[in-house]
């Protein structure tokens, strides 16, 4: 139920058990991002260890916390050295799963495709070895380049009209956001192939910068971001949805600092401005680099990267 625009809010139980037993671990916390208006609690269960939004937008008042200036939606407007920026950070990503990709011909699909720049990268890579779509809320602002073969899907996982199995399935950024992450995950393992691949990356809510930032770190985005998994709770949520192969990684990603960084910059010293959208933002992400490198060497990082496999 929304209310001319306002957000109802209401108290939940755990999102992997369904345990109503939750010790509350952070409360009001505001939305540093966006500027929402309200106030969430983060809470943890006694039963499952599951940390997530106990007291968050009803279902009907979500699409209210998704504004246009959203930073997934806003991440095309990037240009010149951001944009370079940009275009490399997806370079990588398809770098890094090129090595999981099965040989032979293959059939992907991107859960929250965003911009599509995934999907490009991995159309200039792969070629016609790959049949590639992408799921997402708003993609008809997409626009991809004449020649593409890249199909694009209106809507969330649980509703949209998504036909055939796929070798890869791929949710970056997209598990920490869903009501429903184990409802989500049990569709998503029913879409794919025997033996078949999801592979994606969530926050790690064990980062260094979450217990620096407790109030402004990168991986809160209440009330957006629902879940805050650590790598046992990413694994319980998976083996939930019915993945039970799991490979777990730590993610190189400067951003969990400057993000961070620029979010308390905004909310303890008052910086006029959104914190993505603050000059400081791309030099802080390139000082902020070999920091995270060093991080990631002592065994800590900012996201968790996994790969769950289905029998063959
Ligand atoms: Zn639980």
Known sequence: ??????????DQACLLCGSARVAVRQNSLGDVEEGLPGEYTIGQCAECELVFLARRPCGASLPECYG???????????????????DLRYYFR???????????????????????????????ALGDRA?????DYAVAAIALPANS?????????????????????LMFDVLEHLADPVG?????????????????????????????????WSGLQVPRHMSFFTPATLRKTLAKGGFDN??????????DLSVSLCNWLVRRRRWPGKPRGLK???????????VVALQNMLGDSGAIFFVAKLPS
């Not at 139920?1 to 209401?10: L, Q």
């Not at 997934?72 to 010149?80: D, F, I, L, P, T």
């Not at 890094?96 to 200039?124: H, N, T, V």
């Not at 691949?197 to 402004?216: A, D, K, M, Y």
């Open 184 to 216: 989500c995950l049990t569709r998503i393992r029913r879409g794919l192939k025997a033996g078949g691949l999801l592979i994606g990356q969530v926050p790690n809510w064990n980062s260094l910068w979450r217990r620096v930032f407790p109030r402004c």
């Open 280 to 290: 400081i933002y791309i030099p802080l992400t390139l000082a902020a680099a070999p």
């Open 94 to 124: 398809y770098r890094q799963l090129q090595a999981w990709f099965p040989k032979g011909s293959l059939r992907i699909l991107e859960i929250g495709c965003g911009d599509a720049k995934l999907l490009l990268a991995m159309e200039k």
């Open 149 to 169: 073969k890249i199909k694009l899907i209106q809507g969330d996982i649980q509703t949209a009209p998504i036909e055939g199995k796929f070798d890869v399935i």
């Open 68 to 86: 246009d200036s959203y930073h997934a939606v806003a991440a095309r407007r990037y240009r010149g050295f951001s944009g370079v920026l940009y």
């Open 246 to 255: 799991v490979r777990l990684k730590p993610v190189f990603d400067p951003g």
């Open 131 to 135: 049949e590639l779509l992408g799921l």
């Open 1 to 10: 139920m929304t209310n001319g625009g306002k957000i109802v809010m209401e």
